[in-house]
């Protein structure tokens, strides 16, 4: 069974850093992809960047291009989003996801499969 554990959330002013963790477990598949999402309150999940795992290829939304950026350790099984220059509008839940089959990659979220319960991250200004 496929269980992801998001950690590293917190609180952090404008301009600050944090990198997330997503710890996966029972992942098998040789192609697929990692994604991290995130819901502000009041708004539509939304895909922020996704890895392809056996290429480590990267793709972004354009609100976080430049500033965050998605990377795999595959010794730990753990998928990371390190965050930097953060926003009041990046506050949100971020959310690690786990597509099965993937063959392109794809920041919506039907493409994904399993997801992880999820990480508040709050940015004042």
């Known amino acids: 069974q496929v269980q992801l554990v998001e950690s590293g959330g917190g609180s952090v002013q404008a301009g600050g850093s944090l990198r997330l963790s997503c710890a996966a477990s029972g992942i098998t598949d040789s192609t697929s992809c990692m994604g991290w999402f995130r819901q502000a309150p009041g708004k539509e999940r939304e895909g922020v960047a996704t890895?392809?795992?056996?290429?480590?290829?990267?793709a972004y939304a354009d609100s976080v291009k430049g500033r965050f950026t998605i990377s795999q350790d595959n010794a730990k099984n753990t998928v990371y989003l390190q965050m930097n220059s953060l926003k009041p509008e990046d506050t949100a839940v971020y959310y690690c996801a786990y597509a099965q089959s993937c063959w392109r990659l794809d920041l919506r979220t039907s493409a994904f499969d399993y997801w992880g319960q999820g990480t508040q991250v709050t940015v004042s200004s």
């Open positions: 890895i392809y795992t056996p290429r480590r290829t990267t």
